[in-house]
């Protein structure tokens, strides 16, 4: 079917630590692929996106290539900040033309000082 | 920026009453949503409507849960007779047209039933 499946548990690092989250999805074309992220107390908030095969979404020092090879959307910044810490959802349109989306199980990361 | 927004940002409830979350998205948007996220677990589609109407609904959004549009800038959920699983966290999206994939997500309102 088209899902999206994220790395399973929570994430802890120091700062300036390099971060990589895991994204594979399943589908038949190449939809586009989005990380959503969810401040504390927030919601959810668009982190980047990547429309088709090879390109790479950037906002905020994080990254994300669309491999279809692999069919993985990772996520990953180099130098994380205490003001990181969030919870990052994978996510994917499916289904008819309207477009809802279909999310990851979602990532806790937690950066210490 | 033009934003989506959402009130109540909490309601408590009592099981069997009936709420209204209302939402108002960004203003020249066509396509609107309703997603839910129990606590730690992820956000699930429940709704989408464009043109007045439901465009597609999940097996969660039973007969007990409707939306509207009542006016130009409103887009509401309504759930009849709530249920203690009902308990989650409500975001409502728009999205401007429908080739354009991005949707825009309000702050959510943390519904508790008792």
């Known amino acids: 079917g088209n899902s999206v499946t994220q790395m399973e548990g929570p994430v802890t690092l120091s700062e300036e630590a390099f971060l990589t989250i895991n994204c594979t999805y399943t589908a038949t074309g190449y939809p586009s692929l989005f990380w959503y992220v969810q401040y504390p107390g927030e919601g959810l908030q668009l982190l980047l996106k990547a429309t088709k095969a090879d390109d790479k979404g950037s906002n905020k020092g994080f990254e994300a290539t669309y491999r279809k090879e692999t069919t993985s959307f990772h996520l990953e910044k180099g130098s994380v900040q205490v003001s990181d810490s969030a919870v990052y959802f994978c996510?994917?349109?499916?289904?008819?033309?309207?477009?809802?989306?279909?999310f990851g199980q979602g990532t806790i990361l937690t950066v210490h000082p | 920026e033009p934003e989506v927004t959402q009130t109540p940002s909490h309601q408590v409830t009592q099981m069997g009453q009936e709420v209204i979350l209302r939402c108002v998205p960004i203003?020249?948007?066509?396509?609107f949503y309703w997603y839910r996220q129990i606590l730690g677990q992820k956000v699930e589609f429940l709704v989408s409507?464009?043109?007045?109407?439901?465009?597609?609904k999940s097996e969660i959004f039973d007969d007990q849960f409707s939306v509207e549009r009542p006016d130009g800038s409103n887009f509401t959920l309504k759930i009849r007779s709530t249920k203690l699983e009902d308990s989650a966290m409500y975001f409502c999206?728009?999205?401007?047209?429908?080739?354009?994939?991005?949707?825009?997500f309000g702050p959510g309102t943390r519904l508790l039933v008792l």
């Open positions: 996510a994917r349109p499916w289904g008819t033309s309207y477009g809802k989306l279909t």
């Open positions: 999206a728009s999205k401007v047209w429908v080739s354009q994939e991005t949707q825009y």
């Open positions: 409507f464009y043109n007045n109407e439901i465009s597609e």
């Open positions: 203003s020249n948007h066509l396509y």
